[in-house]
Structure formats: structure tokens, C-alpha cells
């Protein structure tokens, strides 16, 4: 078995970075969108040009954005969508509602402290995981049944 897998959500820790180097030699596709936080931010402007307005400057590159997120969320068998800890990750939240409104398996991570505000998004999801290990160890049972 393959699995492909999104990672989304919060970019100011190394979580993504704690899986995929947990799962190095596994049979898993990693995605995610653009992490580094001044691309995410200026690819509209860089790309179609200089935006006096700052609505429209984020506007531009939130919908550049979107395409990549899109096609990455539908290209997944697997999406995980991490809230970090300021929980009022917007991205984050459409993502998780996206990739519930397509059926895909959706794993949440986020600090037991958020149960409360996330519950209705945790609701959604296959899985609530408080650590990139545990992931790492539900991917695990996904592709060979091993119990950590």
C-alpha cells in the first residue's frame, strides 16, 4: 500500500518536519502547501503584480494559494491539519472542512487544551492526535497494522 498524505495547518513549529522524518523509507508521498510564510504571503503580488491595497494583496495570493492547497488536499489519501497555539488558524480550519466535505481521512493535531474550541472540527476527523508521534504511529497501523 501507498499513502499520500497533505500536511496542513499551522507553519511555526517543525511538526511537519518531526512525521516526515519519522517516516523516511515508508511508503508514504508527503504534500503540503508553501511554508515559508513571506512566499505564502507575497506569491500573488510577486507573480501578477504590485497591489497598493493590502486586501488585495493578501486576496491575490490567498486564491494563488488555494490552488496549490486544493489540488494537494484532493490528491491525498490522507490529509492532516495541525492547529498550533493560537488555535485561530483560519487556513487551517477550511482545510479541515474541505477535506471533510471530500470524504478524505482526516487526522486533527492539536494540544489537548483546544478540545473545546476545535470539537466541532475534531468532530470531522477519523483522528485527534496531541503529537507528531502519534501520527507518525497512526500512518504506521494505516500501512502495516503495527501497533507502536
Same mark, same amino acid.
Given at each position: !500500500?501507498?499513502?499520500?498524505?497533505?500536511?496542513?495547518?499551522?507553519?511555526?513549529?517543525?511538526? %511537519?518536519?518531526?512525521?516526515?522524518?519519522?517516516? /523516511?523509507?515508508?511508503?508514504?508521498?508527503? !504534500?503540503?502547501? /508553501?511554508?515559508?510564510? $513571506?512566499?505564502?504571503?507575497?506569491?500573488?503580488?510577486?507573480?501578477?503584480?504590485?497591489?497598493?491595497?493590502?486586501?488585495?494583496?493578501?486576496? &491575490?495570493?490567498?486564491?494563488?494559494?488555494?490552488? %496549490?492547497? %486544493?489540488?494537494?488536499? $484532493?490528491?491525498?489519501? /490522507?490529509?492532516? /491539519?495541525?492547529?498550533? $497555539? &493560537?488555535? &485561530?488558524?483560519?487556513?487551517?480550519?477550511?482545510?479541515?472542512?474541505?477535506?471533510?466535505?471530500?470524504? &478524505?481521512?482526516?487526522?486533527?493535531?492539536?494540544?489537548?487544551?483546544?478540545?473545546?474550541?476545535?470539537?466541532?472540527?475534531?468532530?470531522?476527523?477519523?483522528?485527534?492526535? $496531541?503529537?507528531?508521534?502519534?501520527?507518525?504511529?497512526?500512518?504506521?497501523?494505516?500501512?502495516?497494522?503495527?501497533?507502536?
Amino acid at each position: !500500500m501507498h499513502l499520500k498524505v497533505y500536511l496542513s495547518g499551522e507553519i511555526h513549529t517543525d511538526w %511537519r518536519q518531526a512525521i516526515t522524518q519519522s517516516c /523516511v523509507g515508508k511508503n508514504i508521498t508527503f !504534500m503540503s502547501p /508553501v511554508t515559508i510564510h $513571506e512566499s505564502s504571503d507575497d506569491c500573488g503580488v510577486a507573480i501578477l503584480g504590485d497591489e497598493p491595497n493590502k486586501f488585495w494583496h493578501d486576496h &491575490k495570493s490567498a486564491k494563488i494559494n488555494a490552488i %496549490r492547497t %486544493r489540488k494537494g488536499i $484532493e490528491d491525498a489519501d /490522507v490529509v492532516v /491539519v495541525c492547529f498550533g $497555539e &493560537k488555535y &485561530k488558524q483560519w487556513n487551517a480550519a477550511f482545510d479541515a472542512g474541505y477535506a471533510a466535505a471530500l470524504g &478524505k481521512s482526516l487526522i486533527i493535531l492539536h494540544q489537548a487544551e483546544h478540545q473545546h474550541p476545535l470539537k466541532e472540527i475534531d468532530a470531522a476527523a477519523l483522528a485527534v492526535a $496531541e503529537t507528531p508521534q502519534q501520527i507518525v504511529q497512526i500512518l504506521n497501523y494505516v500501512l502495516e497494522g503495527t501497533l507502536p
